[in-house]
C-alpha cells in the first residue's frame, strides 16, 4: 500500500539551527500539507502547496518556515533559525485531488526536539 | 469557541462493548469531516469520512453526522482493546471566496480505553 514516508524520524537540533525536514508523498498526490503537533497538543495545520507554489498557509507558518518541492519526489520543510516553541511532532500529508472528498494521508511523522 | 470540540476524554468502555464518540464544529459551511485515530508517538491514520446527513457504516464503525445540529459522531461496535487510542476529529469547511479549502481543523481528540 503507497504511504507517505518522512525521514529522520527524531531529529534534535540547537536553537537557531536551521532543520530541514523531508517527506515523500505518495506517487500520483498532487497536494502536499505539512501540520505539526506540540506534545499533548491538537494537530495544527501549517501549509498547503500544489503546483509548485504554496496554496495556503497558518499564522504559524511565518518567515521562519518555507518549503520546497526540489525534485518529482521530494517534499521538504525548512525552518530557517529554530526555537524552543518549535519542538513538535510534524506530519507530512498528501491527498490526490481538492474535492471535499479528498482523503489526506499522513506520514509517520519526524520528532523535532530544539535543545 | 473553538472550532472543532470534542471531549478529551478518557473514554472506558469494556471490552465487546458500543464506544460513542462525539465532536461538534463551529462552522455552518464545513462541508467534509473526517475520523483518525491516533495511537501515541504516532501519527493520524483515517478511519471513516462523511459529507453528508446521516450514518455511514464500515464495518465496526459508524460516523453519523448532522449539520442542522453540528455534529458529528463515530460509534465503534465491538470494541476491542487494540482499539484504544486518541480518536480525532477533522473538518473541512469552505472558505469565504466560495472556495474550498484543504485544510484539515482538527479538535483535540478523544482518549478511547477499551478494558479487556
Known amino acids: 500500500e503507497p504511504e507517505v514516508t518522512q525521514t529522520p524520524s527524531h531529529q534534535v537540533t540547537q536553537m537557531g539551527q536551521e532543520v530541514i525536514l523531508r517527506c515523500v508523498p505518495i506517487?500520483?498526490?498532487?497536494?502536499f500539507y505539512w501540520y505539526r503537533q506540540i506534545l499533548g497538543q491538537k494537530v495544527e495545520f501549517l501549509v498547503s502547496?500544489?503546483?509548485?507554489?504554496?496554496?495556503?498557509k497558518s499564522e504559524i507558518f511565518d518567515d521562519q518556515f518555507s518549503v520546497e518541492r526540489p525534485d518529482g519526489s521530494n517534499f521538504t520543510l525548512k525552518i530557517r533559525s529554530t526555537k524552543l516553541e518549535d519542538s513538535a511532532m510534524y506530519f507530512c500529508?498528501?491527498?490526490?485531488?481538492?474535492?471535499?472528498?479528498?482523503?489526506?494521508?499522513f506520514g509517520a511523522g519526524t520528532r523535532l526536539s530544539v535543545l | 469557541q473553538k472550532e472543532v470540540e470534542q471531549n478529551s476524554g478518557p473514554l472506558s468502555v469494556p471490552e465487546g462493548a458500543i464506544a460513542s464518540l462525539n465532536c461538534t464544529y463551529s462552522?455552518?459551511?464545513?462541508?467534509?469531516f473526517f475520523w483518525y485515530r491516533q495511537y501515541s508517538g504516532k501519527s493520524p491514520e483515517l478511519i471513516m469520512s462523511?459529507?453528508?446527513?446521516g450514518d455511514k457504516e464500515d464495518g465496526r464503525f459508524t460516523a453519523q453526522l448532522n449539520k442542522a445540529s453540528q455534529y458529528v459522531s463515530l460509534l465503534i461496535r465491538d470494541s476491542q482493546p487494540s482499539d484504544s487510542a486518541t480518536y480525532l476529529c477533522?473538518?473541512?469547511?469552505?472558505?469565504?471566496?466560495?472556495?474550498?479549502?484543504?485544510?484539515?481543523?482538527f479538535g483535540t481528540g478523544t482518549l478511547l480505553a477499551v478494558q479487556p
Open positions: 500529508a498528501s491527498s490526490d485531488g481538492k474535492g471535499p472528498k479528498n482523503i489526506q494521508y
Open positions: 506517487s500520483n498526490h498532487l497536494y
Open positions: 502547496f500544489y503546483n509548485n507554489e504554496i496554496s495556503e
Open positions: 462552522d455552518r459551511v464545513s462541508q467534509s
Open positions: 462523511i459529507y453528508s446527513n
Open positions: 477533522a473538518v473541512r469547511k469552505v472558505v469565504n471566496y466560495g472556495g474550498a479549502t484543504n485544510k484539515l481543523i
